[in-house]
């Protein structure tokens, strides 16, 4: 049986430990992704030519 995977925001203002996780085991997530940093910080910035 194929599933679809279903992502959802979790919030994480009181700590991911504390808030985020729990939420997420509200849910019953059966995965967590964790972001460490925004991903366009590497984003290189526009030059001037």
Do not use: C
Request: proline content about 8%; aromatic content about 6%.
């Amino acid at each position: 049986m194929n599933r679809s995977s279903i992502g959802a925001h979790v919030p994480v203002a009181g700590g991911l430990a504390k808030t985020g996780l729990a939420y997420a085991q509200e849910l019953a997530a059966e995965a967590v992704q964790v972001f460490v940093a925004n991903p366009r910080g590497w984003a290189t910035p526009v030059g001037d030519p």
